[in-house]
């Protein structure tokens, strides 16, 4: 049998945000596992970042309309969902934005409108939101960008601050991944397989670097596995470490932290009595607690980062 091993990886073809990779030889019957795999990991474990967050002036829920505005609110929401962004870091990132009527004439109001910031990137800045057919429209709004992976539902909680409307992000930067398991030869061995995966990215990343990722991901979850097995039944006892004993042993409370008073509230309702206590927690969940909104969050994870207390 073929070694696992063996094989190469081509590029066949290449073009804007999209590409074809040729994995081979693969011993018969590896294509389709290898590509399972593969595309899993593509569709659903690639960070990126979304718009998780929209807030219009002078509007209080997306099921109404804006004076001029050619499209009502929810039309406007489900545009938002096709902008492609890129975010250089880990914590949130508010972007306004600004557009009046002209006399005589439709103005369009594009992605590429929102204020610049270092650390965001709109992908297709071109993409039409929609367009004020007023001279005295006005359209101004705040959309806040962050990163994870996947899909997440609407955060409904971000609703108690007036007039901000949750938005169901699709994170991640693939858009599709095709696989197709054909046959291939080395010498006079005929019966071995080769695997052809087609990426489709949104652009803030290449199909190159998602399969990089994709790679990187595997390779992390197989060492893991080869740790925690040796041959036969035997398996390896891996110490179990527990998530307080890695814990400061200095306790910061909330009053030593300086916390609003709507992020201490927010904590206690949820059962936590101080920063500690959130250590080894995951960021998603601490966004989904009852009471949370965005700006709370937001100086959650500045005070976390301050007093180095570390999420997951």
Known sequence: MLATNE???????????????RIDPLPKGYANTL????????????????????KVDGIQHEYTTVAGLQDDVLSVVLNLKQVAV?????TPVILAISKKGKKGESVT????????????EIINPDFVLTTLADEKAE???????????GYA????????EV???????????????????KNTRVGQQTDLDALEV???????ITPAEAMAKAAEIMHSMSSHLVMQTVSGSDVVAAPKTSVKAAKSEKVVTFEEAELSTRLVNALQNSGYNNLNDLEGLAEEELRNLKGMGEKSFIELLEVLKKHKINLI
């Open 163 to 181: 007039g901000v409307i949750p938005v169901d992000p699709v994170f991640t930067p693939v858009t599709l991944v095709a696989i197709e398991a």
């Open 86 to 90: 890129k975010l250089h870091g880990t």
């Open 35 to 54: 590509g399972a795999v593969l595309r899993r990991i593509l569709l659903s474990s690639i960070p990126g970042a979304g718009i998780v967050a929209i």
């Open 139 to 149: 359209f101004k709004a705040e959309i806040t960008i962050a990163p994870g992976v």
């Open 153 to 160: 539902l609407p955060n409904q909680s971000l609703r108690e």
């Open 198 to 204: 087609k990426i489709n990215t949104n652009g803030a």
């Open 7 to 21: 094989f190469k990886i081509l590029i066949l073809e290449e073009g804007n945000n999209t590409a074809t990779f």
């Open 109 to 120: 109001i594009t992605a590429g409108d929102f204020e610049k910031n270092a650390l965001v």
